[in-house]
């Protein structure tokens, strides 16, 4: 977020139009650990989520963007192994953390099998919370590899996806379960 942010309009009392300059606020640099590589981030707003800086400043786009308050999972990420949503964590507070997208998960192991199950299954249609499912699934099979209906429900009720409803998601878990045993 850049530019002016202005308390204009019907909502501002007489005499309390302000304006702030984001552009004017601290400005910081640090390095991010992403998906195994160190990347550096400079002059970025001290403010900005690791969402933001992930897109918008190291062009990492496996990490999708839509609601930007921490509801929807697409953001979805493992900050030292625990699954995040990207839009609510300051990119700052994550500079001496592991963080791991999508793309760092491997083309190999747990989520090459998750990734696949969703392909054989139907779970995939426009493909935008994928991502953030492949992350949050990946990372509860890691943690409960026999997590139960119930418990998967529970585990990505913060991921949402709008075409495919849930039914061929919980199949393409459910296979990449039996496969495990």
């Known amino acids: 977020m850049h530019g002016a942010e202005c308390n204009t309009g019907p909502a501002a009392t007489s005499g309390s139009d302000t304006c702030t300059d984001i552009d004017a ?31 918008d400043q190291l062009d990492v786009l496996s990490v999708k963007d839509a609601c930007e308050q921490g509801r929807c999972g697409s953001c979805s990420v493992l900050m030292d192994g625990r699954l995040v949503t ?11 953390a592991q963080v791991t997208t999508v793309a760092g998960l491997g083309v190999g192991g747990p989520a090459r099998a998750v990734q696949a199950a969703f392909l054989a299954h139907g779970a995939v249609q426009c493909g935008f919370c994928t991502p953030g499912f ?18 998967i429900r529970e585990s990505l009720a913060g991921n949402i996806c709008r075409c495919t409803g849930y039914g061929r998601i919980i199949a393409a878990i459910r296979s990449v379960q039996d496969a495990r045993r």
């Not at 400005?27 to 998906?35: A, F, G, N, P």
Request: hydrophobic residues 45%; glycine residues 4%.
């Open 134 to 151: 492949v992350v949050a699934v990946t990372d509860l099979l890691a943690r409960r590899p026999d997590a139960d209906e119930d418990e």
């Open 25 to 55: 606020e601290p400005r910081v640099s640090y390095q991010l650990y992403i998906d195994g590589s160190l990347r550096e981030v400079t002059d970025v707003w001290f403010g900005e989520s690791l969402l933001r800086v992930l897109r």
């Open 86 to 96: 990207s839009c609510t964590v300051l990119a700052a507070d994550a500079a001496d």
